[in-house]
């Protein structure tokens, strides 16, 4: 039996009494990824993101562990949340334009304490100030660095269009005129190199484009630590007690630890291992967050259909987006239907030995979105379902 085979044996006998669709995370191998993601951090704090969780008892359990430290939360809704719920260092990666959200924070001691708002245009600032009725509550600030690769004097570009903010120069006028304002305080900086963190660098079947994004991300990494070190000199001149440098993500985390000026690393796909994270040369986890869809009909040889399935995730629309049938082996998708919206068909030789009510398992292809889709994940050890806990939208929560 292949480890994949009694991987599935385990988790159909785990939920044997429950009806598909359903969710798991495997514990065990949860806990593994999270203990590479700490080896790989070399020492340095890892702030766990939310949006590649979804779900409060597994932060919670992640940042029971040695070497994490800290939330970052994607909507500034979901950091006044987990700052209620107890969580007291919650960073949020994205402007924000929500205007009762920020009232909120500016007018409650523990919130502004506890959470950080991310700051690249003096416009944001004006949002907080005129959505506040206190003045006395200073907001914390993060300044965000736009980390792109840019070759040919600008022209080519390569990494996600965030931060207009680049040049030194550019960080430290942002960062003084938050200091010119009351009611504001500069406590961080982040840079996160999508283009390295979230890229794969071993595409299947793709050696010559493997090379190439080896080589791009090989370059970035050069310019961005160079870039990033001189960003830091400059806002520290301005704000000499920052109290943290984040960057990196799943992808880069040892490559961002190695520079002396990032104090935390910043990580969360990392623990449930999606699809896209199965094409890295630096490292290798274990999939641990997976969704069962039932069989309910066998049209013909080689062909089974199972309920839904057609969950896309976000970013440029392609075959990469779809979550992958994982177990058992041998079944991929029907080119002219895909994953479905109420159905699916897989098509090999394995959907000969599944009878109706059987469950095949998919990893999603993105980490935390899989947790829009259920209300709950059933936390596997072993072959035993031991807890049942609610994704954010099991708490009826969707924040975007």
């Known amino acids: 039996m292949t480890p994949r085979a009694a991987d599935r044996a385990r988790y159909d006998r785990a939920t ?22 700490v080896r790989r951090a070399a020492g340095k704090p890892i702030r766990v993101a939310s949006k590649s969780v979804r779900c409060r008892a597994l932060l919670e359990r992640v940042l029971a562990r040695p070497g994490f430290a800290g939330i970052m939360s994607f909507t500034l809704a979901e950091s006044l949340w987990l700052a209620r719920a107890g969580f007291e260092d919650v960073l949020l990666a994205y402007p924000s334009a929500d205007r009762t959200a920020f009232a909120e924070l500016a007018s409650d001691p523990k919130l502004a304490a506890a959470v950080t708002v991310m700051v690249d245009d003096p416009a944001q600032l004006d949002l907080v100030d005129a959505a506040r009725e206190r003045q006395d509550l200073e907001v914390r600030v993060c300044l965000e660095l736009d980390t792109s690769l840019q070759l040919f004097g600008g022209r080519v570009r390569v990494g996600a269009r965030r931060s207009p903010l680049r040049t030194p120069a550019q960080l430290a006028e942002l960062a003084r005129s938050v200091a010119r304002r009351p009611g504001f305080r500069l406590v961080g900086l982040m840079a996160y190199e999508g283009h390295v963190a979230g890229v794969g660098d071993a595409v299947a079947g793709r050696p010559v484009r493997s090379r190439a994004i080896r080589l791009m991300q090989s370059a970035a990494r050069r ?80 062909v089974v259909t199972v309920l839904g399935g057609g969950y896309p995730a976000s970013g440029a629309p392609g075959a990469d987006r779809l979550p992958v049938p994982y177990l058992p082996e041998g079944l991929r998708y029907d080119g002219q239907e ?35 889709r259920f209300e709950e994940l059933r936390l596997v050890e072993g072959d035993r379902v031991t807890a049942t806990v609610p994704t954010y939208r099991g708490e009826g929560r969707t924040f975007l």
């Not at 044997?16 to 993601?37: G, Q, S």
């Not at 895909?338 to 030789?349: F, I, K, N, R, Y």
Request: aromatic share 6%.
């Open 16 to 37: 044997a009494h429950l009806d598909a669709p359903v969710a798991i995370v495997d514990l065990e191998a949860f806990d593994a990824n999270a203990d590479d993601l």
């Open 223 to 302: 310019e961005l630590a160079a870039r990033r070190a001189e960003v830091v000199r400059a806002v520290r001149a301005v704000a000499p007690d920052l109290e943290f440098v984040n960057g990196g993500g799943t992808g880069s985390v040892q490559h961002t630890a190695a520079e002396a000026t990032v104090t935390e690393i910043a990580a969360g796909s990392g623990l449930y291992v999606p699809r896209l994270f199965d094409n890295y040369t630096s490292f290798s986890g274990r999939p641990a967050a997976l969704f069962a869809q039932p069989v309910v009909r066998r049209p013909g040889v080689g």
């Open 338 to 372: 895909g994953a479905g919206e109420v159905q699916t068909p897989l098509l090999g030789s394995a959907a000969d030995d599944l009878l109706i009510g059987d469950k095949v398992w998919f990893r999603h292809a993105k980490a935390g979105e899989l947790c829009e």
